[in-house]
């Protein structure tokens, strides 16, 4: 494998999709070559978050006040809790979920 020269999609640049890309993109099963420069992709990303609620300019996610289901505690979740649905502290959602020490959510998917 050797770099390519490939051209943005979005403003007509240049650009070298390099050999250790290449590989990483085979490793991760990408078909695709990128189509966008790494600047065009970096301000698409940014323009459209990053899926966790977090811009890649570090804005922060919308957070709801509530009260924990299980401890009555005060909290913040990063969703409008609805009537009848438990909403879980951090340290309860990890006791509904099983003790998982897995991070992520705030409410049992039950």
Known sequence: MA???????????????????????AQKGFTNEPSRCPECRAARKAARGDGYGRSSSGGQREMFPATCSRCGKQTQVPFQPTTGKPVYCSDCFQIERGGSSRGGGYRSRR
């Open 3 to 25: 770099d390519k020269t490939l051209t943005c999609r979005d403003c007509g640049a240049s650009f070298v999709f390099t050999e250790s890309e290449q590989d990483f993109y």
